[in-house]
């Protein structure tokens, strides 16, 4: 596992990653009259915790992600349909990437990463591209997004549902959500969100709360992105069109060499 990463970081120049706990955290602050947190960055990244874990904004609306070769392939599937269902109704594009880039927001994993205390965490690596949103928010390029296939997390990744899950919840820690009740048996009032934490089988999407706190945040307002001309439609709204192709749509492999 560790030479395939050292491995991209040639490739690429630096590591990238993504991750955040989903079983471990602290208790949560409930925002207004609900249980979610406003988007935003959490934690430093260089705490001395096991496994090493910081949540970070992403710099613009456009999330890359690509899938390490130690992603199963229901795993896989279960990101994608995160990418797609969840979060590109969103004001966000999510694209699956076919190798890694510059443009790398996200790497998933998955190994045994032993009994560590969590299903699933993200991290940005220090030597990964990183800076401040408007808000003053940590963005980071090359987030690491790690599944633990440990047998003692197995009720996460059980079926469908739970690894759906997972995907996105940990796909909202590489966008800045934060949970919600921790633990949400005890912690009231309980979302019918991803975003709850220490959930198996829990819901495999996110709550009006997140898409909102999505929707509003200046990094994800839709602007048309470099190499990128507004095309308009007798009677339809300005559509996004890149001059070789469109880019949207979860599912769309990009490939680096695409985009002027």
Do not use: K
């Amino acid at each position: 596992m560790h030479d395939r990463r050292n491995q991209s970081r040639r490739r690429i120049g630096w590591l990238v990653g993504a991750a955040v706990v989903l079983a471990l955290q602290g208790p949560s602050v409930a925002l207004g009259d609900h249980g979610g947190r406003e988007l935003g960055s959490f934690s430093t990244c260089n705490r001395p915790v096991i496994p090493p874990r910081c949540t970070s904004v992403g710099n613009n609306l456009r999330h890359y992600v690509a899938f390490d070769a130690s992603l199963t392939d229901p795993l896989r599937d279960a990101m994608r349909s995160a990418m797609e269902h969840v979060y590109e109704p969103t004001r966000l594009v999510m694209i699956e990437q076919a190798a890694l880039s510059p443009l790398t927001d996200v790497i998933a994993f998955s190994a045994d990463y032993g009994e560590n205390g969590a299903a699933g965490w993200v991290f940005c690596p220090s030597d990964a591209p990183r800076g401040r949103s408007s808000l003053g928010h940590r963005w980071c390029l090359g987030q690491e997004l790690h599944l633990n296939l440990n047998p003692r997390y197995g009720l996460f990744f059980d079926d469908d549902a739970s690894r759906r899950h997972v995907a996105c919840h940990e796909l909202g820690h590489t966008l800045g959500l934060r949970h919600w009740g921790n633990p949400p048996e005890t912690d009231p009032p309980v979302g019918e969100t991803c975003m709850q934490a220490n959930t198996p089988n829990g819901p495999t999407g996110i709550h009006q709360t997140d898409i909102d706190h999505i929707n509003a945040y200046p990094s994800y307002v839709r602007q048309p992105p470099r190499g990128v001309e507004l095309a308009q439609l007798p009677g339809s709204e300005p559509t996004a069109a890149a001059r070789t192709g469109m880019i949207t749509g979860a599912n769309q492999v990009y490939a680096p060499a695409s985009l002027a």
